[in-house]
């Protein structure tokens, strides 16, 4: 006798098996591209890019946490923030490896549209961290990265 009949598991196997292919697909593409991510793309987002959604961008408080393993505080750093939004956006940024951005040199790409950065430097010059006083310069402009397997790994300049 059968624990669960057959013609239970043929009618569940019919409803979900196109469900659970689709399933096993992606979860298989979205571990190939997580494992194509390069190392430098994470260290790219926590010195550049802003994710806080509930947290206006603060140069200060921000530096202080990118350096909180340093013994000195940076003379300064850039950060590309959103649009409408102190979040940066994500996917616009990685596009300028792809094609959004125009080759300026050996992978390096200089973005077609402009961001709105902010490029935090330091005020109080013998502090450490997290005692480091930065000031914002917010502007608007291209941004140019480098670039591995098509993400953004060094930020460049913005111009």
Do not use: W
């Not at 991510?37 to 140069?59: A, I, L, S």
């Not at 590309?80 to 490896?97: A, E, H, Q």
């Not at 200089?110 to 935090?120: A, D, G, M």
């Not at 450490?128 to 591995?148: E, F, L, N």
């Amino acid at each position: 006798m059968d624990i669960i009949p057959s013609k239970i598991l043929k009618q569940v196997f019919n409803t979900l098996g196109p469900c659970l292919l689709i399933f096993i697909n992606t979860s298989l593409l979205l571990a190939l591209a997580y494992a194509t991510v390069p190392r430098g793309y994470k260290n790219f987002r926590k010195m550049h890019m802003y994710n806080k959604k509930h947290r206006p961008f603060d140069c200060t408080h921000v530096m202080n946490d990118v350096q909180k393993h340093l013994t000195y505080c940076k003379p300064y750093n850039n950060f590309i923030l959103g649009y409408t939004s102190d979040m940066t956006p994500v996917k616009d940024v990685i596009n300028v490896c792809r094609r959004q951005g125009t080759a300026t040199g050996y992978n390096t790409f200089r973005s077609n549209t402009y961001f709105r950065t902010v490029k935090c430097t330091l005020q109080n010059h013998n502090a450490i961290p997290p005692y480091c006083v930065y000031a914002g310069t917010v502007q608007s402009s291209q941004i140019t990265v480098g670039c591995s397997q098509n993400f953004p790994v060094q930020f460049e300049k913005c111009e």
